[in-house]
Nanobody, 129 residues
Framework: QVQLVASGGGLVQAGNSLRLSCVAS????????VAWFRQAPGKEREFVAA????????YYANSVKGRFTISRDNAKNTVYLQMNSLKPEDTAVYSC??????????????????????WGQGTQVTVSS
């Protein structure tokens, strides 16, 4: 049984940083993509970033490109989301998800939440102005 456990959320002021963690267990993830999504109150779930576990290729939403960095630690089976220069509009519940790898090129790779098989619980990120 695959389990994803997200942590690291909190309340920060605009301009500051947070690092989210997603610990994966239950299988090896060498053929998986792990992503972060977020959902603000009254809004649709939104893609944030994804990483291909085996090759390390990364993908970002335009809204976070240059500010957020997704990475993984194979030894710890953990994916991180380093969030810098946080803005009030980054306030949301952040969730990690995993799906089997498929070949993707161009824009929008791995950004559809309905394609993800496994989900962790969310962690709240609140950015005050």
């Amino acid at each position: 049984q695959v389990q994803l456990v997200a942590s690291g959320g909190g309340l920060v002021q605009a301009g500051n940083s947070l690092r989210l963690s997603c610990v994966a267990s239950g299988r090896t993830f060498s053929n998986y993509v792990v992503a972060w999504f977020r959902q603000a109150p009254g809004k649709e779930r939104e893609f944030v970033a994804a990483i291909v576990w085996s090759g390390g290729n990364t993908y970002y939403a335009n809204s976070v490109k240059g500010r957020f960095t997704i990475s993984r630690d194979n030894a710890k089976n953990t994916v991180y989301l380093q969030m810098n220069s946080l803005k009030p509009e980054d306030t949301a519940v952040y969730s990690c998800a995993a799906r089997t790898l498929y070949y993707c090129s161009g824009t929008g790779c791995y950004a559809n939440p309905y394609e993800y098989e496994y989900w962790g619980q969310g962690t709240q990120v609140t950015v005050s102005s």
